[in-house]
């Protein structure tokens, strides 16, 4: 399939710019518009069409960035589709960070509205959690076990969430991206049970 962005891409491009200007990736310097992009090119190398790349765009647009008002933009703006998308990628969608649930239920809400997200929305989760792990291993190559401190659920629940959701999405969306993300994890899991010896 041939993907084709029109100018609805761009205006998604500039609105994730804005709701994401000023925040960082944990623990880093890097701004969090590095991350977006990251996942929006992987899942388009992976065959997203331009909704699902616009979904990729604004994954953690609601999440990160105003809640419910900020779906509701997103879908006036952008479309039910990419709405469905947004709120599949979202963990939260209080306004206010303070009022989020523990990080634990959260994860495993997550997880459990994995096993019945369309197929578009398990495109971009996985490009979300494979952008996620590569950037954790190479943070773990160069600073070792000091970057479970930036995680909330840090190193054992951090690690058990990604198994967890890569076997999640590989069991509901079986695909080369999927694949690659098992791969990753792996990689991961391999690679910090190595520092535990």
Same mark, same amino acid.
């Given at each position: 399939?041939?993907?084709?962005?029109?100018?609805?891409?761009?205006?998604?491009?500039?609105?994730?710019?804005?709701?994401?200007?000023?925040?960082?990736?944990? &623990?880093?310097?890097?701004?969090?518009? #590095?991350?977006?992009? /990251?996942?929006? !090119?992987?899942?388009? %190398?992976?065959? =997203?069409?331009?909704?699902?790349?616009? &979904?990729?765009?604004?994954?953690?647009? #609601?999440?990160?960035? /105003?809640?419910? !008002?900020?779906?509701? %933009?997103?879908? =006036?703006?952008?479309?039910?589709?990419? &709405?469905?998308?947004?709120?599949?990628?979202?963990?939260?969608?209080?306004?206010?960070?303070?009022?989020?649930?523990?990080?634990?239920?959260?994860?495993?809400?997550?997880?459990?509205?994995?096993?019945?997200?369309?197929?578009?929305?398990?495109?971009?989760?996985?490009?979300?959690?494979?952008?996620?792990?590569?950037?954790?291993?190479?943070?773990?190559?160069?600073?070792?076990?000091?970057?479970?401190?930036?995680?909330?659920?840090?190193?054992?629940?951090?690690?058990?969430?990604?198994?967890?959701?890569?076997?999640?999405?590989?069991?509901?969306?079986?695909?080369?991206?999927?694949?690659?993300?098992?791969?990753?994890?792996?990689?991961?899991?391999?690679?910090?049970?190595?520092?535990?010896?």
């Amino acid at each position: 399939m041939l993907l084709t962005t029109t100018d609805r891409f761009a205006s998604a491009m500039a609105y994730a710019w804005q709701v994401h200007a000023g925040q960082r990736r944990k &623990g880093t310097g890097i701004p969090y518009i #590095a991350h977006i992009l /990251g996942v929006t !090119a992987i899942a388009m %190398e992976y065959g =997203a069409d331009e909704d699902e790349a616009i &979904g990729a765009l604004l994954h953690d647009a #609601a999440e990160d960035g /105003g809640g419910e !008002a900020t779906l509701a %933009e997103i879908r =006036a703006r952008f479309g039910d589709v990419v &709405g469905e998308i947004v709120l599949g990628c979202s963990d939260s969608l209080v306004e206010d960070p303070e009022d989020k649930l523990p990080w634990q239920e959260r994860k495993e809400n997550y997880l459990a509205h994995l096993e019945n997200a369309s197929a578009s929305v398990c495109l971009v989760s996985a490009a979300d959690k494979l952008h996620n792990v590569r950037s954790i291993i190479r943070d773990y190559h160069e600073h070792g076990e000091a970057i479970w401190d930036r995680f909330q659920g840090r190193r054992d629940g951090t690690l058990w969430y990604y198994e967890t959701v890569a076997h999640t999405l590989i069991r509901r969306y079986r695909s080369q991206l999927t694949r690659d993300l098992q791969d990753e994890v792996d990689r991961l899991l391999a690679l910090t049970a190595k520092g535990d010896r």
